[in-house]
């Protein structure tokens, strides 16, 4: 019994009817049927349905009276609805009717929350189409007050009141900073002096005559390291051998060859060619009633920076100018003209060299990229023929010194080697790329005598010369040598040069202090550097030597050529 009645105290049900002991029996008879629920009353009380106004999308105008009148309808309603409810809930137990009055409430309670939040976005509603209130008042117009006074010459009136009439509105011409000079040969007159002077005569005849006998650039062996550093060191610059001689940054700079008398060319980013006689200026200065810029004459032949010039190899009487204006022309001191060799209104030129030793066919680079070819002997001023290459810039172009179908081509990063007999206008690849500069390539040359070297100068601060002795597939990297090369916005860039006398010596200017120009070996050594003291002041980026005598000439950004001389 012990264990029966522990049993049965563990199966006791979670939930037990009030008065039914665990274990006791119902008594025996039909079971009681169950009390019948009541259905709900939520389905007697429906939430009232929203005015037809809210649904069709209009704002309903409700009165305070109407709304009034309304509220007391529907407590009628609710009375006469709770009286029915009352007689429902008359046989119920207390319970259940309390409950379904607390449901009742529940509903009315809802319905009202809803009313207040359906009334509450009408409110907003009507806040938001209500136009804003402007607080500015507009002022009122005088009719017969007195306006502000107003000038008569700004209305455009007469004093006597008559309106004047309205003048004519013409057209306004932008004119062009650089517009091109006519095609075309140009006079020789110096824009610093008077064509009609005896003195400009002479010195053109004077010239004339001078390149009739100069002596040609013949090959010849090299001289010894330590013989070239002897001739170096006499070279010395003074007061009289410096001088402004162009407008403007130097972009170029040419000797003339002959062997008795000095002859600068200069080439101006203003478009402008200055040459510098300085026998002549140095004799002139000293007598005392002449002035300092005898002996210096300069001319326009080009309308925009003259960034390649050269005597002709054939005759030193001619000087040729290449122009980013798109035109080549050469300038003949004995005739006393510009001429125009060639003309490319659409393209702009940057580079060119002679490919022929007698001077008259020529090979024209252009800062798109094309290579152009033009014979001098044939009649008018165009091209015979355009190439497209694979550089999209050519900065320099160079011929070869004794294969003269070869020429190498300085670009943005690569130095090409084409040969003139293989190219198409179509395109031409070419048959040597050099790809070892990192950086924006400035220029590219062989060497003067027999091109076995070529010199780059790269914005990377480096100047690499290659071993072209052999021209095949590839050109191995001779030697690096670290210059600044980095001029800035202002400066004229550097181009490091052959020596035409010493091929295995470069010359370059330096940005270091105190200002100098620099020569190196090819092996990277340096060999010397040109001091000026007080009278070298600012950076030479162009240079030249004179292919036979121990003279530099070197020129900066501002105009001036600085010369060293034995």
């Not at 105008?61 to 007391?72: D, I, P, Q």
């Not at 090299?222 to 070279?235: E, R, V």
């Not at 190899?313 to 122009?323: D, T």
């Not at 062989?446 to 780059?456: D, E, I």
Request: proline share 8%; charged share 20%; hydrophobic share 35%.
């Amino acid at each position: 019994m012990y264990r029966d009645h522990r049993n049965a105290r563990a199966r006791r049900p979670l939930h037990r009817p009030a008065g039914v002991r665990a274990g006791l029996r119902s008594p025996p008879g039909p079971a009681p049927a169950p009390a019948p629920v009541p259905a709900p009353l939520l389905l007697l009380y429906p939430l009232p349905a929203p005015p037809a106004e809210i649904l069709a999308g209009r704002r309903p105008l409700l009165s305070r009276e109407k709304m009034g009148s309304r509220s007391a309808s529907e407590e009628k309603a609710g009375s006469r609805q709770r009286l029915q409810v009352k007689d429902e809930f008359s046989g119920l137990s207390p319970y259940e009717r309390k409950r379904l009055k607390n449901i009742s409430e529940n509903a009315n309670f809802f319905a009202s929350l809803q009313l207040s939040a359906s009334a509450a976005r009408l409110r907003e509603m009507i806040k938001k189409r209500q136009p804003p209130e402007s607080k500015r008042k507009m002022p009122k117009k005088r009719e017969n007050g007195t306006g502000c006074r107003r000038s008569m010459r700004l209305l455009k009136v007469d004093p006597s009141g008559v309106s004047l009439p309205a003048t004519p509105t013409q057209p306004t011409l932008i004119a062009d900073e650089n517009p091109l000079l006519p095609p075309g040969p140009l006079e020789m007159t110096p824009e610093n002096g008077d064509d009609d002077n005896d003195l400009f005569k002479g010195f053109l005849q004077t010239w004339a005559e001078v390149s009739k006998t100069s002596i040609k650039n013949t090959e010849k062996e090299l001289s010894s390291i330590k013989n070239y550093k002897a001739n170096l060191n006499g070279m010395v610059i003074n007061e009289d051998t410096v001088h402004k001689v162009t407008k403007g940054p130097i972009l170029s700079v040419a000797l003339h060859p002959s062997e008795i008398r000095t002859l600068v060319a200069a080439g101006a980013k203003s478009g402008q060619v200055g040459l510098w006689d300085l026998q002549l200026h140095i004799s002139l200065l000293k007598q005392t009633h002449q002035s300092e810029e005898d002996g210096i004459y300069v001319f326009q032949p080009h309308s925009q920076p003259v960034s390649c010039l050269y005597f002709s190899p054939a005759n030193p009487a001619h000087i040729l100018s290449l122009s980013y204006d798109g035109t080549l022309r050469c300038g003949d001191f004995s005739r006393a003209i510009f001429e125009e060799v060639c003309r490319d209104e659409r393209s702009s030129f940057s580079s060119f060299d002679f490919l022929g030793e007698d001077a008259s066919t020529l090979i024209v680079g252009h800062w798109n990229g094309n290579i152009s070819l033009v014979d001098r002997r044939t009649p008018g001023t165009s091209y015979e023929k355009l190439i497209n290459s694979s550089l999209r810039k050519i900065r320099t172009v160079h011929v070869h010194p004794v294969h003269r179908q070869y020429f190498i081509t300085a670009g943005l990063r690569d130095t090409h080697i084409y040969d003139a007999r293989h190219l198409n206008p179509r395109g031409s690849q070419p048959l040597i790329s050099l790809t070892e500069h990192t950086k924006s390539i400035a220029s590219a040359y062989f060497s003067p005598l027999t091109g076995n070297r070529v010199v780059t100068t790269c914005a990377d601060c480096k100047l690499r010369i290659f071993d072209s002795s052999c021209i095949s597939s590839q050109i191995p990297l001779l030697t690096t040598i670290r210059h600044n090369t980095i001029t800035g916005r202002w400066l004229t860039r550097f181009q490091a040069v052959w020596d035409p006398k010493q091929e295995d010596c470069v010359i370059v200017g330096s940005m270091a202090h105190p200002r100098r120009v620099e020569i190196f070996h090819e092996t990277g050594k340096q060999v010397h550097s040109f001091f000026g003291g007080e009278c070298l002041v600012s950076v030479c980026s162009i240079n030249a030597m004179h292919p036979t005598r121990y003279i530099l000439a070197g020129g900066n950004s501002s105009g001036k050529i600085h010369v060293f001389m034995n």
